[in-house]
């Protein structure tokens, strides 16, 4: 972080509200009045400037609550399902699945019939997407965790999968039961492993210490890192369009986001309030409401 010493940065990756000035385009004038959510970057402000193209457009009756977090968790984990497909798999894992986006996908995944493996920390966020339809929940706070997950690897053939930890030994731990799993169905024994490509992407950080592989896992198998913005630059603007206007549709369903309270951009910083919305935890998302008084 030192490298931010000093610097103004802008703050806020997404945001939505009530378009009230125009420019003189048809198409900026027909926002007027109108719900937008937009990613831009210094949204945590009560006005902001942003060009048409910037603004995803909602249904007459959409909130600007209800569209304030459309396109971070909503984009990434359809990003997610997007990635799998071009990549020649057809299921996938999540850790941390419980969350916010966890969930999100779940429900991305029961509409459009993919299998997916949840990797959650505790049974009450395994009792929390079982109740929301998922069917494939391992707890990796189990002793049986490893064997639970290879079986369910079995079920769904995923190949791929998408780690918010990062750090420690869980990345290792997907791949090894990816190939534990891939194995039962080899034909033949071979030094190198089965033939079908492992991979996994670290797209958080929640434990920040070092990645650990242990090489039991073949020699066909990839750890990297994934990130929304490239992936939605690889795409191209108009599949990149295509999956923001189905949010915009699904925005009260699939991509429904709950929020734990609502704060200020003044309490935002206050010390008090820093330390419990920079926790991690399930349940715990905060909307910052600039139009709250300061």
């Not at 599949?239 to 935002?268: C, D, G, M, N, P």
Request: glycine share 10%.
């Amino acid at each position: 972080m030192a490298g931010r010493l000093g610097q103004s940065l802008p703050v806020g990756n997404e945001g939505a509200g009530t378009v009230i000035g125009a420019g003189a385009s048809a198409e900026a004038q027909a926002l007027l009045g109108r719900v937008v959510a937009v990613m831009g970057g210094n949204m945590y402000s009560q006005y902001r400037t942003v060009k048409v193209k910037q603004c995803l457009v909602l249904a007459p009756d959409t909130t600007a609550r209800e569209a304030a977090s459309c396109f971070v968790n909503p984009l990434t984990a359809l990003g997610m399902t997007e990635t799998m497909r071009r990549e020649g798999h057809t299921a996938l894992i999540h850790t941390a699945a419980a969350s916010n986006l966890g969930q999100m996908l779940n429900r991305i995944c029961l509409a459009d019939g993919i299998p997916l493996v949840c990797v959650v920390r505790s049974a009450e966020q395994a009792s929390l997407l079982r109740a929301q339809g998922a069917q494939h929940v391992v707890d990796s706070s189990q002793p049986d965790f490893t064997d639970r997950l290879t079986e369910a690897l079995v079920s769904t053939g995923a190949t791929i999968a998408f780690d918010a930890i990062g750090g420690g030994r869980l990345a290792s731990t997907l791949l090894t039961c990816m190939e534990a799993a891939l194995s039962r169905k080899a034909g033949e024994y071979s030094r190198y492993g089965t033939t079908v490509h492992k991979q996994v992407y670290i797209y958080g950080g929640l434990d920040i210490g070092p990645t650990e592989v242990q090489r039991n896992v073949g020699m066909y198998w990839s750890i990297g890192g994934w990130l929304l913005t490239p992936f939605l630059q690889k795409i191209g603007p108009q599949a990149a369009q295509a999956l923001r206007e189905r949010v915009a549709r699904e925005i009260r369903t699939t991509f429904a986001s709950k929020y734990s309270r609502e704060l200020s951009l003044s309490q935002v910083l206050q010390a008090d309030e820093i330390r419990a919305y920079a926790g991690k935890g399930t349940g715990a998302k905060v909307l910052i409401n600039p139009s709250l008084p300061l």
